[in-house]
């Protein structure tokens, strides 16, 4: 293996000081890393940090895109939640309409790399939040602990429910466990729906 190899399946392919487009100082840490996994295919990972305010972003390109892409899975037990894969791109919607949520992409969106479990469980931490902010709200307050309550019965694999990423660059994908690819739906993304 040479220096630029992470991995077996991992290889450094830029490695460099740039302007920081927060601080504006040359102390900006840019690594693109290329990617094979035989499970997941080519990925290309971006990671950006800055030494002097702290500044970071993380992305992924998945480099097999479809183009512009609906992802559908039905989680339907705890093999599910546990061995999903969910790799989500800094562009993408991803929703769950039995749970009740939506994470829209914004300006300062990352990607994510996780499983169904430790999506449930970021959704469980955003709701303990938001249940203290609306503490003086009773009906925010119910809403909350239904939605948790729905989360928890998802986490042990006793609540069915969808993840669906919209994925305008098609650079997102969800990998379920061994034997279940077939239940994966893509669908092509209508941008202007």
């Known amino acids: 293996m040479d220096s630029n190899d992470l991995s077996l399946h991992g290889r450094v392919i830029y490695t460099g000081i740039e302007k920081c487009p927060v601080c504006g100082r040359e102390s900006l840490h840019v690594v693109e890393i290329l990617y094979n996994d035989p499970a997941f295919g080519d990925l290309i990972l971006y990671s950006n940090q800055c030494d002097y305010?702290?500044?970071?972003r993380v992305d992924i390109h998945y480099l097999n895109s479809r183009g512009p892409s609906r992802i559908i899975y039905e989680v339907k037990d705890d093999e599910d939640v546990y061995r999903t894969y969910i790799f989500r791109s800094r562009s993408a919607r991803i929703?769950?309409?039995?749970?009740?949520?939506?994470?829209d992409p914004g300006p300062d969106a990352e990607?994510?790399?996780?499983?169904?479990?430790?999506?449930?469980?970021?959704?469980?931490?955003?709701?303990?939040?938001?249940?203290?902010?609306?503490e003086d709200n009773e009906e925010s307050i119910r809403r909350l602990r239904e939605f948790k309550d729905k989360v928890r019965r998802a986490l042990q694999g006793d609540f069915r429910f969808r993840i669906i990423i919209?994925?305008?660059?098609?650079?997102?994908?969800?990998?379920?466990?061994?034997?279940?690819?077939?239940?994966?739906?893509?669908e092509p993304l209508n941008p202007m729906a």
């Open 111 to 134: 990607a994510m790399i996780t499983t169904v479990e430790g999506l449930l469980l970021r959704m469980l931490d955003v709701a303990e939040r938001m249940e203290v902010l609306n």
């Open 166 to 186: 919209e994925d305008p660059n098609g650079n997102s994908m969800i990998k379920p466990p061994p034997g279940r690819d077939s239940s994966v739906r893509i």
């Open 95 to 103: 929703s769950s309409p039995e749970l009740g949520f939506d994470i």
């Open 53 to 56: 305010c702290g500044y970071r």
